[in-house]
C-alpha cells in the first residue's frame, strides 16, 4: 500500500492548491479527481461562464459602437465557434494546472475516493481499485447544483453545467433561482439575444447586496437588456412538452424553450464513506469544519463547497492553501474571513466586508461615501456611465468595514478595497494615496473624500442648518 | 407663561445620599405621562427605575448619563412647551463625561478619580477600597515638556513610566526618543486603524502584543489591551468589595459544619407538593434557623469589640444572586412569621431582587443571613459575616451518599451546613450547640407536622 504526507480529495480550485502548497512544503501529495481536473471553477463554472460573458459583453458593445462613431456590418453569433473557443480556454487552462501538478511531483489519481479508515483511503478508477494510505487528508469535493423536486425530468430542464454545454442557444428561457449564477446568464444569454425570464421565490435578486446596488442592476436588467423579473413569486404547476418548459409564477405564466434551476448547490459526498473516517457533517450535509480547517477526524481537513461555508472559487483556494499548511507545518492559521465576492452580470457588482444594511443590522455607526461612475472622466470616456462604488467606514476612526461597487470593471475595482480593508486601513489611507488618472481607481479616492464631506468632484452636500 | 416643573433625585430609604443616572428612557422633546419610567438610577445599593409624577413634556435635562448628584437635586424639568425654564446650576459629584481621547496621561489620572468618587458614596466612617498601588497616579502633574508630550501623543505612547532627565526630572524630548529606540517601537508594525483606535482610546500601542503570525499589531490587539485596562467596578461590586473586606478583616471568624440528613425532610416536602402546598428546602432552613435564633440570643446579637448588643427582632437576610452581583434582602421580624408566611415573603423579595425592584431599605438591619448555594452542586462552602451581624449560615448542596443509620451503611440525602460566626462573642460550643439546633430541627419531621 502506498503511503503518502497528504491526499486532498478533489482537484478543483481548492484542493489543487492545496495539494501544490502540500508539495511545497515537502510533503509526498496525492490527489484524487474521478472527474475533470480543475473541478466545476475551470470546467463548468467561473472560467466557462466568464469566456461567454465575455462573448455576450462585447455583442452587446458592438451593438452600441455608435457612439464612438463606429459602424460595425450585419451582426450575428456563431454559437457553434464561442462554444469552441470556451473549450479551448477550459483545455488550455486545464493543462496549465495539470502540468504544475507534475513539476511539483503530485500523484494525480483518477478515480473516486472513499474513507477506509481514518489514514486509509479507497482509490476506484478505470484501471480497479487501489488502496493507499494518508497521514493527513483534505477533503475538498466541492459541491453541486441542487434540482428541485417539483421540476420535471427532462432535457430542457437544466443546471448550470448542463446549460454551459449546449449545442445552440434557446430563444427563450426560464432561470428559476435570482442569486448572482443565475443573474449572470441571464444577462449572458439576454444580451445574445434570447428572451428571458426570471423567477424568484424571495422579495427580491440578489439579496446578498445592498439595496441601492440590486436596484441599478436590476434596472439594466430589466431595461437594457429586456428580462423579465418575477420576485416574490413561488414557481408552480411546472410542465415540459415537446419544446417547451411552462409553468406558473403566481398567476403569471411563465414559458421557455428551456429551464434553467440555480437555486443553490448542495456538497458532493456520495462515496466517500465518511462514517469510516468518523466524519460528522450538518443538517444539510455539509462537512463541519473549525476556523483551521479541522474536521470532526483528526488528521482529516476539509475546504471550499463541500464545508458549505462560504461557496465561491477564491475562498476555497485561500483555505486550501490553509489547510496545506496546517496540515503539513506545525503551526496553525486560520482561515481568511474576508472574502471579496464578485458578479458577472451587466452591469458587473462587487462587494467586500459588511454592506451597509448588515452594518445597521449591527448597530454600527457608520459614514458612507459614494461616487458616481456619471462624474469620473475615465468612465465617461468608456462611454459606460452607469454605477457607483460605495466605502462604509466607521464613524468615529475612519476604518474602513465594507466597499462595494456596481459598474464597468466592478470585480477588478473590489481588489483595491480588499486589500485596503484587511490591512486595516482607513478613509484617509485610500483618500490620501494618489491614484493614477485617467482609471476608474480613482472612484475609491474620491469616494473616501466623499465619506468625508470632501468629494472634488462632487457638489458639497447641502447641510440644512 | 407657565414656569415647568422640577423632577428630583428621588431618595430611595434612609441610607441613600446620592444617585447616579444610569439610562435616560424619555428625551428631551418626548411627551410624558404620570407613570412613565423617566430614567433609572445605580445607588450603592441596587439599581432602580424612577416613575414621572408629572404630565407635560420632557423639557431639559439637567443630569446627564453617568452623573452622580445627591437625592433631591433637580435632574430634569417638565411642563408644556415654551413654559420657562428657571436658570439652576446642579451640583454633579461624578463626571460622567468619558476621558478626553489622546490625553496620554489620563488612564492613570482615572483611578485616583475614582477614589475621590468612592468616598462619596461610602458613608463617612467607612475606609476608602483599597485600590492597587499600580493605578493611583503619581502625586500631582507628570513633568513633562511640550514637546515630548507631542512626540508621545504622535507615537501614541504613554509618557507616564519614562523617566525624566530634564530639570526636577522633567521628560524632555530626548527622553521619549530614547524610550522609543529601547522599546524597539520603530520596528514595530501597526495597520493604520488599529493605531486610530489606541490614540482615540488612549492605550499605549506598546502595551498591544501583536498575535497574528506576521507579528502586526492590529485592532484585535488593540482592543484586547483595552479590555486588559482596569475599570471602574460598579457601585454595588464596590459596596460588596467594601463591606466583605472590612468584615473579613476586622471579624474574627470561627467555622463550623455539620451534615443533616434531608432524606425524611425530602419526602414529607414531596408530600405536602402532593396536597398542593409548595415549599422549598430553603423554607424549612429558614424556619429552622429563625427558630434556632430564638433559642440562642447571644448570637443574634452584634458587637463592636466593646459592646454586645442583643437584636429583639430576627431580621433574616437571604442572599440571592443577581446580574453581576449580590444582594440580601431582610425579611423583617421573622420570629413572628408561620412557615406559610416565611415562605411568602421570601419568596417575594427574591423575585424583585432578582428583577432590581428591592428599595435600600429592604437591604439593611439584617441580624443573621443565609446563603443557600444548594442549587450549584456544592459539597461545602463557608461564609464571611455581613458587617452588623454576627454569624452567617453558609447551606451547600444535598446530595445522595452513605451515611450510618443504626448499623447500617444507607443511601441518604445528606447536606452540609457551616456556620461562619464572629468569635468574639460566640465561642466554638455555642456556635456548635447552634448549628447542631439547626441539623436536628431539619431532620425531625414530626414537629415539621405541627408547623403545617
Known amino acids: 500500500m502506498e503511503h503518502f504526507d497528504l491526499v486532498v480529495i478533489g482537484a478543483g480550485p481548492g484542493g489543487y492548491p492545496a495539494a501544490i502548497r502540500g508539495a511545497q512544503l515537502g510533503a509526498k501529495v496525492a490527489i484524487v479527481e474521478r472527474e475533470q481536473i480543475g473541478g466545476t471553477c475551470l470546467n463548468w463554472g467561473c472560467i466557462p461562464t466568464k469566456t461567454l460573458i465575455a462573448a455576450s459583453g462585447l455583442f452587446a458593445e458592438m451593438k452600441h459602437a455608435q457612439r464612438f462613431g463606429i459602424r460595425a456590418g450585419a451582426l450575428g453569433v456563431d454559437f457553434a465557434s464561442l462554444m469552441q473557443h470556451k473549450k479551448n480556454v477550459v483545455s488550455q487552462l486545464q493543462n496549465g494546472v495539470k502540468q504544475l501538478l507534475k513539476a511539483n511531483n503530485v500523484t494525480v489519481l483518477d478515480g473516486s475516493a472513499s474513507f477506509s479508515g481514518r489514514n486509509s483511503l479507497r482509490i476506484t478508477g478505470a484501471g480497479g481499485t487501489t488502496e493507499i494510505s494518508a497521514a493527513k487528508t483534505i477533503v475538498a469535493t466541492g459541491s453541486t447544483s441542487i434540482m428541485p423536486g417539483f421540476l420535471p425530468k427532462d432535457d430542457k430542464v437544466v443546471d448550470s453545467r448542463a446549460f454551459l454545454s449546449m449545442e445552440k442557444l434557446p430563444t427563450s428561457m426560464i432561470v428559476l433561482g435570482g442569486g448572482y449564477i443565475g443573474c449572470e446568464l441571464a444577462c449572458m444569454a439576454a444580451q445574445l439575444g434570447t428572451n428571458v425570464t426570471i423567477v424568484e421565490l424571495l422579495e427580491d435578486i440578489l439579496l446578498l447586496v445592498d439595496e441601492d446596488i440590486r436596484r441599478e442592476i436590476r434596472k439594466h436588467m430589466q431595461e437594457a437588456l429586456g428580462i423579465q423579473i418575477l420576485t416574490g413569486k413561488a414557481f408552480a404547476n411546472v410542465t415540459a412538452d415537446g419544446n417547451s418548459v411552462r409553468g406558473m409564477a403566481g398567476d403569471v405564466t411563465v414559458q421557455g424553450e428551456l429551464l434553467l434551476a440555480s437555486v443553490g448547490r448542495r456538497p458532493v459526498t456520495d462515496g466517500l464513506a465518511m462514517e469510516n473516517a468518523g466524519l460528522k457533517t450538518d443538517g444539510k450535509g455539509f462537512l463541519t469544519v473549525d476556523d483551521y480547517g479541522r474536521t470532526s477526524a483528526t488528521t482529516i481537513y476539509a475546504i471550499g463547497d463541500v464545508t458549505g461555508r462560504i461557496q465561491l472559487a477564491h475562498s476555497a483556494t485561500s483555505q486550501g492553501v490553509i489547510a496545506a499548511e496546517n496540515a503539513c507545518t506545525r503551526k496553525l492559521r486560520k482561515f481568511e474571513n474576508l472574502v471579496p465576492a464578485v458578479i458577472f452580470t451587466a452591469p458587473e457588482a462587487a462587494y467586500v466586508g459588511l454592506s451597509e444594511q448588515a452594518a445597521a443590522a449591527l448597530g454600527l455607526g457608520v459614514k458612507v461615501g459614494k461616487f458616481p461612475f456619471r462624474a469620473l472622466g475615465r468612465a465617461l470616456a468608456a462611454g459606460q456611465a452607469d454605477g457607483f462604488v460605495k466605502l462604509i467606514a466607521d464613524a468615529t476612526s475612519g476604518r474602513l468595514l465594507g466597499a462595494a461597487v456596481v459598474g464597468l470593471h466592478a470585480t477588478d475595482l473590489i481588489s483595491e478595497a480588499a486589500v485596503a480593508i484587511r490591512n486595516e486601513m482607513t478613509l484617509d489611507d485610500i483618500g490620501g494615496t494618489i491614484h493614477a488618472h485617467p482609471t476608474f481607481g480613482e472612484l475609491w479616492m474620491e469616494a473616501a473624500h466623499a465619506a468625508q464631506g470632501h468629494a472634488i468632484h462632487a457638489a458639497p452636500v447641502k447641510r440644512r442648518a | ?452
Open chain 2, 1 to 452: 407663561m407657565a414656569q415647568a416643573q422640577q423632577v428630583l433625585m428621588p431618595k430611595f430609604g434612609q441610607m441613600v445620599e446620592e444617585s447616579t443616572i444610569i439610562t435616560w428612557r424619555k428625551k428631551e422633546g418626548d411627551k410624558i405621562a404620570t407613570g412613565d419610567i423617566l430614567f433609572e438610577i445605580e445607588t450603592d445599593k441596587a439599581n432602580m427605575e424612577v416613575e414621572s409624577f408629572l404630565d407635560g413634556t420632557l423639557l431639559k435635562v439637567l443630569v446627564k448619563e453617568g452623573q452622580t448628584v445627591a437625592v433631591q437635586t433637580p435632574v430634569a424639568f417638565v411642563g408644556s412647551p415654551g413654559d420657562s425654564i428657571p436658570d439652576v446650576k446642579v451640583q454633579v459629584l461624578t463626571p460622567g463625561e468619558k476621558k478626553q481621547p489622546a490625553e496620554s496621561t489620563a488612564r492613570a489620572a482615572t483611578p485616583a478619580h475614582s477614589v475621590a468618587d468612592t468616598s462619596l458614596i461610602l458613608p463617612a466612617s467607612a475606609p476608602a477600597p483599597q485600590v492597587p498601588l499600580a493605578l493611583v497616579a503619581p502625586p500631582g502633574k507628570l513633568l513633562i515638556s511640550p514637546r515630548a508630550s507631542k512626540l508621545a501623543r504622535e507615537k501614541v505612547i504613554d509618557p507616564v513610566t519614562i523617566k525624566g532627565t530634564g530639570p526636577r526630572g522633567r521628560i524632555v524630548e530626548r527622553d521619549v526618543v530614547g524610550h522609543l529606540e529601547k522599546s524597539g517601537y520603530n520596528s514595530l508594525r501597526i495597520t493604520p486603524a488599529a493605531l486610530k483606535l489606541a490614540a482615540k482610546e488612549g492605550i499605549d500601542i506598546l502595551s498591544a502584543r501583536p498575535q497574528s503570525p506576521g507579528g502586526r499589531i492590529e485592532i484585535a490587539d488593540v482592543e484586547r489591551a483595552m479590555a486588559e485596562l482596569p475599570r471602574q467596578m460598579s457601585k454595588m461590586r464596590q459596596t460588596i468589595a467594601q463591606r466583605l473586606t472590612q468584615s473579613f478583616t476586622t471579624t474574627p471568624h470561627i467555622y463550623v459544619t455539620v451534615e443533616a440528613d434531608m432524606t425524611d425532610l425530602m419526602v414529607f416536602r414531596a408530600s405536602l407538593k402532593e396536597k398542593g402546598l409548595s415549599y422549598t428546602v430553603t423554607d424549612f432552613i429558614m424556619k429552622a434557623v429563625v427558630d434556632s435564633l430564638v433559642e440562642f440570643p447571644d448570637v443574634n446579637s452584634s458587637t463592636d469589640g466593646r459592646a454586645v448588643r442583643w437584636h429583639s427582632n430576627v431580621n433574616l437576610g437571604l442572599a440571592v444572586s443577581v446580574d453581576k452581583g449580590l444582594v440580601v434582602p431582610v425579611v423583617r421580624s421573622a420570629q413572628n412569621l408561620s412557615l406559610a408566611e416565611l415562605h411568602d415573603r421570601a419568596a417575594e423579595l427574591a423575585a424583585r431582587a432578582r428583577d432590581g425592584k428591592l428599595m435600600p431599605d429592604e437591604m439593611t438591619g439584617g441580624t443573621f443571613t443565609i446563603s443557600n448555594m444548594g442549587m450549584m452542586n456544592v459539597e461545602n462552602f463557608s461564609a464571611i459575616i455581613n458587617p452588623g451581624e454576627s454569624a452567617i449560615l453558609a447551606v451547600a448542596s444535598a446530595a445522595r451518599k452513605p451515611a450510618v443509620k443504626g448499623d447500617q451503611v444507607v443511601v441518604r440525602s445528606m447536606m452540609k451546613m457551616t456556620v461562619s460566626a464572629d468569635h468574639r462573642i460566640v465561642d466554638g460550643a455555642l456556635a456548635a450547640q447552634f448549628v447542631n439546633s439547626i441539623k436536628t430541627k431539619l431532620e425531625d419531621v414530626e414537629s415539621w407536622n405541627t408547623l403545617i
